[in-house]
């Protein structure tokens, strides 16, 4: 969805201008509502790790990942 992947790619290093130019291209949907639930970044991560045994692309990026997600979702 639009939110998580401003929240993910803000994480992952993606700068803010790059999210302004594709809002130039394409808006972004308007939101009813949103319910983020959100819990500590080590809670998370360890969450992740116990429950998956295929990991992925941010399931590779460690703790201090999940600290700058939790923050952006914040």
């Known amino acids: 969805t639009y939110v998580s992947g401003l929240a993910y790619g803000l994480s992952d290093g993606i700068d803010w201008s790059s999210f302004v130019n ?3 291209i394409s808006e972004p949907p308007k939101i009813d509502k ?3 639930l959100n819990s500590e970044p080590e809670i998370l991560y360890s969450r992740i790790k116990a429950s998956r045994s295929d990991d992925d692309h ?3 990026k460690g703790l201090d990942f999940y600290a700058r997600l939790s923050d952006n979702y914040n």
């Open 22 to 24: 594709m809002f130039k």
């Open 34 to 36: 949103l319910i983020v």
């Open 58 to 60: 941010y399931d590779n």
